[in-house]
């Protein structure tokens, strides 16, 4: 069983910034990509950034220069720093994660319940 929990969120007024962590637990071996989606009210959830096991990192266009995307591999946690934030960036962030659970086991992503940003202008 894993559990990953986003945390962070919150209400920031425009040009503001936010720190959003992802703590991934239970039974894990190993992790791979992690990644943040974010998805705003009657939109689709949509790609935000993702980085690799070894720190390799990818952004959406919309978020490039602004957010960076971090993680710990000790506390199977990732981070996003956002800053000059946009009011176009209110949604709700998700956390997933490809875990690896034990050595018979195939990689398979999990998500988080997602933490709602706020940006007000």
């Known amino acids: 069983q894993v559990q990953v929990v986003e945390s962070g969120g919150g209400l920031v007024q425009a040009g503001g910034s936010l720190k959003l962590s992802c703590a991934a637990s239970g039974s894990i071996l190993s992790i791979g990509n992690m990644r943040w989606y974010r998805q705003a009210p009657g939109a689709q959830r949509v790609l935000v950034a993702t980085?690799?096991?070894?720190?390799?990192?990818n952004y959406a266009d919309s978020v490039k220069g602004r957010f960076t995307i971090s993680r710990d591999n000790a506390k199977n946690q990732v981070y996003l720093q956002m800053n000059s934030l946009k009011p176009e960036d209110t949604a709700v962030y998700y956390c997933?994660?490809?875990?690896?659970?034990?050595?018979?086991?195939?990689?398979?992503?999990?998500w988080g319940q997602g933490t709602q940003v706020t940006v007000s202008s």
């Open positions: 997933n994660a490809d875990v690896i659970t034990d050595r018979y086991s195939t990689l398979r992503t999990y």
């Open positions: 980085i690799t096991r070894g720190g390799d990192t």
